[in-house]
Nanobody, 115 residues
Framework: QVQLVESGGGLVQPGGSLRLSCAAS????????MGWYRQAPGKQREMVAT???????DYADSVKGRFAITTDNAKNTMYLQMNNLKPEDTAVYYC?????????WGQGTQVTVSS
């Protein structure tokens, strides 16, 4: 079992920045990949960014150049630095960890971009 706890969400004005954190605990060793997903009201959950343990990242086209996903292995924590936020980034952001053959999810953190 892997437990994931997100933090760092909130209300920010357009053009602002936020950094989300996801702390992993439990059987967090041998995680194959981690990622951030988001779900806006009335929409399906979508991938925002993923990072593989062996290296490599992927981003949704809508966030490329604005968001950056990183990990701190010593702290078992993953981050999502979000810059130049737009109203369309408003959503609940979920942390995900894939440890074959299971996927784990955090409880989500709300990000609202509004003036």
């Amino acid at each position: 079992q892997v437990q994931l706890v997100e933090s760092g969400g909130g209300l920010v004005q357009p053009g602002g920045s936020l950094r989300l954190s996801c702390a992993a605990s439990g059987s967090s060793f041998s995680i194959n990949a981690m990622g951030w997903y988001r779900q806006a009201p009335g929409k399906q959950r979508e991938m925002v960014a993923t990072i593989r343990t062996i290296g490599g990242t992927d981003y949704a086209d809508s966030v490329k150049g604005r968001f950056a996903i990183t990990t701190d292995n010593a702290k078992n924590t993953m981050y999502l630095q979000m810059n130049n936020l737009k109203p369309e980034d408003t959503a609940v952001y979920y942390c995900n960890a894939y440890k074959w053959p299971d996927a784990y999810w955090g409880q989500g953190t709300q990000v609202t971009v509004s003036s």
